[in-house]
């Protein structure tokens, strides 16, 4: 289960509360955090500091949850463990997503945007 | 249902067996528990009601006797004893008796007590009756699997094969019957080779769909116009380009991660383009390994993906080694990936064998690494090799 911690109308911050994104995982994290884009926040921190493996699928639910939110709205990741980042390197999504090193700055951005 | 009815009191017997008629039952009287034993072997009964004491077979025996049998349905037995022989259910309940009833007994106590074990046996009925349909719907699943399993390896270039001087090897390993990987190669002209490994995101059925799809879509006329330039240069960076305005859907979070060179083999450069594939690994005779690429946009992951071509040369015993990232992700009993370093270290060591050899060697070790787990993702291995020079 996720925790959430709302800003205003729109921004939310996520923790996705697992140490693993993965196929077992990921459909679940994916439909909770839809759930919350269909609500109206759709200018999202995703924390994934805690997060210390992401599989195929978890990019794919990852990469979802932007094409969702689309032009109307955002997202912005914190910094992933160097394993995770490597992920996000070599499949060019570290050009797509927006990377800041912790919440409040991921925060800060989405307040100033 | 039927009833057997065991005791040596011919009078006790019929008067229980005209209970049981009543109650809408089928008794099948015994003397003794032998002669109740050949009945319950030769019978559909499933209950049993026995006198304690009997000539040649007691009931005691004749419980363990039907314990013994390991029958494929359970027996329900009850043990008909004598007033003061209470000490005796012990050894009986030890033995497998179910239920009991006092001599004398009466009509009202025979009937719940029967009826309790009619409900036992019709329910045991019904389970054994789910359990089979479950099990022919396991067993139907499990063939289908097994099918479709061999047909997808039908589409795989498997084992050793040679072109000119160059050679591939594979080893192909599904986490549950079917993979999402798949790989081939062909030759496209006869100066080229063509060839790709992919892996599609997930893994199981649903992956394994869009793999096979992608085998029959790609083959070597499709790579050929697509991986080739309209100037006749090699760029499979066009063919990636083309492969992600197939497979990119808005609603959609598949997608697939792909590695595809085109190989001259007069000079062995490699045209090739990376696509959210592990890197592939360079092994040279001298033991170095270095990995290749710099990363790119899987296919069908976004819209707006760009794709280029990266070159690299193979000089004569040199080795390129292609994992799915099932290698690197491979995981033992504590959670520790056999990673980049210790699948470098592998391929290094392996430089002086056969090439032939090398994706069984990298399966074989990440099968110990497992610790005898299966593997948790799908893993292809493929290797290009070019001849060392004679």
Known sequence: MITTETHGQAI?????????????????????????IDKGYDRLVIDLAGVGFVDSSGLGALVGLLKKVGNRGEIVLCQPADSVMQMFRITRMDRVFKFLPDRAQALDALKEG | MQIIVADDDAVQRRYISIAMARLGHDALEAANGEEALALLMENKARIVVSDLDM?????LRLTQEIRARKLDHYVHIIMVTGSGQSDDH?????????????????????????????????????????????????????????????AQRRMLPLGERSIGDYGFAAAFLPSTFVSGDMFGYFTLRPDRIGFYAIDVSGHGIQAALTSVAFGHLVTSEYFA?????????PDPAR????????????????????FAGVLDVNTGEVVFCQAGYPMPMLARPDRTVTPVGDGGFPIGLWEKAEYHNL??????????????DGAAEAEDADGVAFGDGRLGALVARETARPTKELPDTV????????????????????????????
């Open chain 2, 225 to 233: 116009t697509h991986a080739i330039g309209a100037d006749g240069r």
């Open chain 2, 363 to 390: 399966a074989a070790s990440l099968a110990e690494w497992r610790g005898g787990q299966p593997l948790a993702d799908d893993l292809t291995v493929l290797v290009l090799e070019r001849s060392p020079t004679p």
């Open chain 2, 90 to 150: 012990k050894h009986a309940l030890e033995a497998g008796v179910d239920d009991f009833m006092s001599k004398p007994f009466d009509a009202p106590t025979l009937r719940v007590r029967i009826g309790a074990a009619a409900r036992l046996v019709e329910h045991e009925r019904q389970m054994a009756e789910k359990t089979r349909v479950l099990h022919e719907a396991h067993e139907r699943i499990r063939s289908d699997l097994e099918a479709a399993a061999r």
């Open chain 2, 55 to 59: 000539p040649v077979m007691d009931g």
């Open chain 2, 239 to 258: 063919l990636a380009r083309v492969l992600n305005g197939r497979f990119y859907k808005p609603d959609d979070d598949s997608y697939l991660t792909m």
């Open chain 1, 12 to 36: 939310c911050l996520v923790d996705p509360n697992m140490p693993r994104l993965t196929a077992a995982t990921a459909t679940a994290f994916k439909d909770e955090v839809s759930g919350l």
């Open chain 2, 311 to 324: 070159r690299l040369r193979l000089e004569p015993g040199e080795r390129l080694v292609i994992c799915s």
